[in-house]
């Protein structure tokens, strides 16, 4: 990626770079944000069975996979013909991995593997966030078919909708008005 | 393994690249199933004597050196000539690999190092599979040298002959169907 | 890296790339002062909540970006025209990993989610290196703008700044001369 | 490291690349020893100071830097000329290794940080071991300057005689006689 020594204008070399660093800073967004919602599954499992491991399993192997598009989306992304495919991959891949969080944490909610005292914040955002995202997922590969280039945007939008915790920022606001 | 951005038909290349991506499978199941077992056996283990470390590093060093058997089947794997050594090479490292964790988990039992309830389902589940499995792919090796394209299939199978509870599953079903 | 095996001069080789090796000790250093850090912060965490979670992700998305830079200062390091920005960058990624370490520490301070015998040795060790460090790499990538070849040094001297605990040495050294 | 497909003799091809499986061998082997020696020094320990997580830093630094001198054997081995320069470099990485775990070792038990019935079998094991391993680290590296090619078997001898543990093996064989 880094350009060769002999190129005189760098920067400019760097800059032109802006697929990469836009198609790393997604994945480490949807892979953070996947972290976060299996350490809350974690956290508030009681025990784990046979098949809860398996599942784990199977969101690992889509997690694992995701440098692969990702260096796809990197190589394509200011290409015309091209970013079609990669954007598609890549968005079936996040699917995949938002998909198998959601299976993992509705099968230990079947199950009753996790603990009775389940009304915690988190708790509660997680189990109403997980729908809406797998929901925008499916909704944004259908747009990268028509719209390529749009989708990396909305697929960065989608995870920072994941991450940032609107219930406790606005409780801390609420919080410190009031003091 | 990403074709070059000036091909006009990326979703072809990336079609003709189907070895690459069954071999990262068959790897990543084969590796996940050792990692099954590996906690099922850590689970029971009451402590670890100097001896277990050394077979369980033993194990550990076959693991690592698994990508490169699988980079050696994803380059060959449809080439008539080659593919008989990296389909051999690859099948005895699978074949180490369930070794030592056979050896791991005997040795245990043998010096009494695992706790006494071992009667649980996933423990009596991880014998009754370790030793067919072993068996199962001395056999496929044996194949490879006569028919090597069809192993890496066979490979799959035992992985997920390994990784599938069955018995979990079966008791499920039936719990489900009598409610 | 490694010299090709025609050249028959390898040592001298191998000596022409010291920037290379310059660049992954400052990196090195700089990562393992930021482990430090965070194992001192962590040690003392009565609770995480939600907001920690993700400040904290913040700086390890910026841990996980360092290696791009340090390639960039390796390649450039001894070529005049190019190192400003090579060492520019550098030196923005590390002011940003220390920059969300103090956040993430004074963020864990006002929110009372530290235990409250916050008065031993390595606490207070923290408290007064991170705003001079912060303070350092303001001043050194200022200078870096002008004298690029110098900063790698003075991004080394911080971290070693950071990483020697002069406290704790100097009590040893003091408690040795008594007895 | 994988001969290109267009080769017809791909089996010999990967024969003469053992120097690659030798240095590979060799480096797993010497950092497994120094996992296990951890494993016993943190087993055994009470508390960690400040001065004994830098010096585990350094070591750690040395652990990390040991795939470039293996990948510079592995280049070299079979080349009459740069072996030597190769062969050094790795013994001198393999010494500091073994010199800073020998170090944190004896801090712990100087500092008294280890706790009292280090009078176990693996405690013992491992300070009849350091020293003389580091003794013979030095003198195989003496021995590289005039016969590297010895060398690189001899570094994998040690790092056996470090592994292997006698006294247990001993015990158990005794013990399965008498019964």
Chains 1, 2, 3, 4 share one sequence.
């Not at 800059?15 to 790393?24: C, D, F, K, L, S």
């Not at 390529?148 to 989608?158: C, D, E, K, R, S």
């Not at 940032?164 to 009031?178: A, G």
């Amino acid at each position: 990626m880094i350009p060769s020594v002999t190129s005189k204008d760098v920067g400019h070399k760097l800059a032109e770079q802006w697929p990469t660093y836009v198609a790393y800073l997604v994945s480490f967004a949807t892979i953070g944000n996947a972290w976060l919602n299996h350490s809350v599954i974690t956290e508030y499992l009681d025990r784990a069975d046979a098949i809860l491991l398996r599942l784990n399993l199977a969101l690992l192997f889509f997690v694992s996979v995701l440098p692969f598009p990702t260096h796809m989306l990197a190589a394509y992304l200011s290409n015309e013909g091209d970013e079609r495919i990669a954007v598609t991959v890549y968005g079936l891949n996040l699917l995949a991995i938002s998909g198998f969080i959601a299976i993992v944490w509705h099968y230990a909610l079947w199950q009753r593997l996790v603990t009775k005292d389940n009304s915690e914040a988190d708790v509660r955002a997680l189990t109403s966030k997980l729908d809406p995202s797998l929901a925008s997922y499916a909704v944004v590969i259908g747009i990268g078919l028509w719209r390529p280039a749009v989708t990396v945007g909305l697929y960065f939008v989608i995870a920072l909708f994941m991450i940032i915790p609107f219930r406790t920022v606005l409780r801390e606001v609420r919080r410190s008005r009031r003091s």
